[in-house]
T-cell receptor, first 111, second 119 residues
Framework: DAGVIQSPRHEVTEMGQEVTLRCKPI?????LFWYRQTMMRGLELLIY????????DSGMPEDRFSAKMPNASFSTLKIQPSEPRDSAVYFC?????????FGDGTRLSIL | AQKITQTQPGMFVQEKEAVTLDCTYD???????LFWYKQPSSGEMIFLIY??????QNATEGRYSLNFQKARKSANLVISASQLGDSAMYFC????????????????FGKGTHLIIQP
């Protein structure tokens, strides 16, 4: 079975540019999560969806970040405008009950 | 206060020895779940084991077991007969509460323990 698929795997862009990260959850999973991992702050939950509905976005750092889940098989995390401090590994995870299965992550570098 | 505390930033262990990775948690919710994930140097997050707060028995998955001590709020991961491939970062995580109508909640992670298995 295919796992959680994230794209791109790596992204390098200049500050001020719009960045869009994509995630395809495991088929049949009804919950989707976006996490960010940095050396300073560790793994942090940004936002999660149940049945395509955003449940908790309190972890989204600021208005520059937005996430959507237009259907059960696709989600995006967008940063606009991007800043160097957004550099991190962004993980998408999905689940049906427990546990959460993670994608391989997107390594984002903002120059 | 931190919700998940992993007090061992790094550990060196001889191959074939058993390893215990410490995790303590803080919650006032009677319903919660505890998880351990492994992150090798390649970066992916691999689910290892899960323990629900109402589970009577300690969880086991192959060489992994979870030493769940509810009164002490600890959920230590035990790896038996360690192997070189066990070298990785290990994260303890917690899910609190349950959503009405089902669905899953986000996880709170500890800072992790960097485990190195030596030959």
């Amino acid at each position: 079975d295919a796992g959680v698929i994230q794209s791109p795997r790596h992204e390098v862009t200049e500050m001020g540019q719009e960045v869009t990260l994509r995630c395809k959850p495991i088929s049949g999973h009804n919950s989707l999560f976006w996490y960010r991992q940095t050396m300073m702050r560790g793994l942090e939950l940004l936002i999660y969806f149940n049945n395509n509905v955003p449940i908790d976005d309190s972890g989204m750092p600021e208005d520059r970040f937005s996430a959507k889940m237009p259907n059960a098989s696709f989600s995006t995390l967008k940063i606009q405008p991007s800043e160097p401090r957004d550099s991190a590994v962004y993980f998408c995870a999905s689940s049906f009950e427990q546990p959460q299965h993670f994608g391989d992550g997107t390594r984002l570098s903002i120059l | 206060a931190q919700k998940i505390t992993q007090t061992q930033p790094g550990m060196f262990v001889q191959e074939k020895e058993a390893v215990t990775l410490d995790c303590t948690y803080d919650t006032s919710d009677p319903s919660y779940g505890l998880f351990w994930y492994k992150q090798p140097s390649s970066g992916e997050m691999i689910f290892l084991i899960y323990q629900g707060s109402y589970d009577q028995q300690n969880a086991t998955e192959g060489r992994y077991s979870l030493n769940f001590q509810k009164a002490r709020k600890s959920a230590n991961l035990v790896i038996s007969a360690s192997q070189l491939g066990d070298s990785a970062m290990y994260f303890c995580a917690m899910r609190e509460g349950r959503l009405a109508g089902g669905g899953a909640d986000g996880l709170t992670f500890g800072k992790g323990t960097h485990l190195i298995i030596q030959p």
